[in-house]
């Protein structure tokens, strides 16, 4: 059913995964594109510095439809490098199909996928991501429980692990790389070439390390306001190659899709400032600094992928809590997997609860409207409490036992037997149509991550929430109304 | 035998402090106590260093500049000394484990090469050996800095992390340090070359030996002169500068090495 395919830092280096770097505008019109097409039914995208990856629902949980979900979602990243080169990046591709793609997406939720293991930032893009593809119309049932059954355990591993403490930032990481070169900070000058939160964040540490901040923008007018923010100066884009003779340290963050300072730029730079050492901090994705500067002499670059390299290994004392983190994922994948199995006898469950409830309700009416008239409010309320609690009885083992094959394949054959039984067929391709077109239900976890225990009854599985909700419709329609 | 012992202590204070430095930098975090405790024991070995040379001096009879026998121990000892005292102001903490096996290595080299302590006498000479010998402990350190520099400049350029990440000093210090060094040691070379080759034109022996020493010399100095020259009017700085000083340190050695192998009367006082 779902599926996921995408590449990451894992598997592919920064210059194949800066191929595929896509804006938030350009997500959007990805995930549309994806969903034009009959093979998909949802789509989100999570496209940061680390990784692409698109998540996808096929029309029906069948190996062909999974299948033609997965050649669809490859089509589609295919030709989105295509603007840069897409020679090369399918060997990059990574595949997950069901629980493991759901495995997948709670790992990278939990920022157990990420390279820094632990690192915050990745809760933020999930949310991003999940956004624009509410945006886009991507989101439905299957995809808006997924993702944020995948924010909630986020926030578990967060809390309930030490996974996240004593971080390092790639942010602190630049400023100790700018002490190794020049000792104290004081007196130097930061220059910030483009805006990005992470770079605003180096900028930030430079700043309050006593270095003095040069903003170069495209946007002088952001470039103003950032330099009011932290109490420096700012420079007409144009003026890039003068303010790097006057610059230490170099933070670049822009979303250009070539390189904005070359090593043809830095050399003239350095012969100006006399070999004075320069550091340069490139965060964007794709690059905006050439990478043969570094071969110049007493000029420093590091890359994303080289600053995550150098927090990761500071972290290795987390592996004990990378584990415990591990397990409570697996934990909440394998409850999300039994919760995906019963989706698929939830319409049968539904229809012959409906059945059997609506076949007592016309033989209560009938007598209430007969022999029984007389009957006062009250009594008539008691009768349908007697309804309901008769039909939960009546269908209480029935149900336990249908879900609990659910997984196995004798499932089918029960499944099968229930319909032709109770003449159930219709009923349930209406019931299952109807929950392909149902807009997802508000998540209340995106906001609190315990939220599913006010909706549904303590210790019921994910599925008994659904089969309520739909039940309560069925009596909303129902029948003991005068 | 009390001069054995002093000896003795020495070289043991040395190899101590060798091994506490060596410690700290292999460590992966912390290690604060062994960070102060290698300055220490180092001052401790420069301390016993001094006495062992006036000890030995007395009984020798000899004085110490005027003695081949401790041209190269005296280099190191001055070099640790220079080392102690501007270790904080310039930041170079970490050159310790540097200056400290190579005093280890220069005192028990005083000890095995060179048997003898010719008789050399003359005040010109006693300048000469003196500046040389100060000139040869900057040129020590800066060569000292500058092997730091290159490793430090290397694991930066490659993207490496090490165990040694944030404890070896800024790269714009080690530089710094370099250079002030050289600028300091560069007069001394001067004038030791100056005294060397009048020396050289008085006792006009043209053996092989000062002729290579008189070349070592020479190359030394243009080395130094060309580091000091391309940093002041091209910016040559960092790694250039680096390698730079390290072969002209070498040459420098090389002219102590035929010194102390083929003696001053191969020609009583080369140029360095």
Redesign the interface.
Known sequence: MIVVVGLSHREAPLEVRERLAVEADGVAGLLRGLLSCPAIREALCVSTCNRIEIYAVGQQDSDEHTRAAVEAVQNALVELAGRNGAEGIVPYLKTHVRRDAVLHLFRVAASLDSLVVGEPQILGQMREALETAKTAGGIGKYLDRATNRALHVAKRVRTETAIGEGQMSIASVAV??A?????ELTGRTALLVGAGEMAEGAAKLLVKAGAKLLVVNRSPERARQLALEFGGGSRPWEELATALVDADVVIASTSAKGFVVTRATVGKA??A?????LFFIDIAVPRDIDPAV?DI??V?L?DID?LS??VA??MQGRRAEAERAEELVQHEANAFGTWTETLGVTATIVALRAKVRASLAAEVERTLTGRLKHLADGDRKALETMVDAAVNKLLHTPTTRIKALAADPRGDDLVKAVHHLFDLADTVRDIEAAQANDPPAKEEETSSPDAPATRAPAGASPGASSDAATLADVRERGTFGR | MGVELVFYATVVAYAVATVLFFRYLARPAGGADTRKMGPRVLAVAAVLHAAYVCLASVIANVCPVKSIHFVASIAALLATGLYLAMRRRW?IDALGAFVAPVSLTFVLGSRFVGAADPAVGGGLLAVHVTVNVLGDALFLLASGTAVLYLV?ERR??Q?R?SSV??K??????LDLAEHRLLLIGFPLLTLGIITGTAWAHRIETGSPAEMARALFAYATWVLFAAVLVL?AL???????AAYGTIAGFLFAVAVLVVYLIRGPLGGAGGAT
């Open positions: 100790d790389l002490r190794q070169i020049f000792g350095m012969k400032r006399r070999g004075r050492s570094n002499d007493n420093y590091y080289n390299n150098l290994e500071s | 930041n430090e930066l350029k993207k992390a990440f944030g070896l000093p800024p790269l714009d210090a940093r091209l910016g040559w700085r960092g790694r250039r």
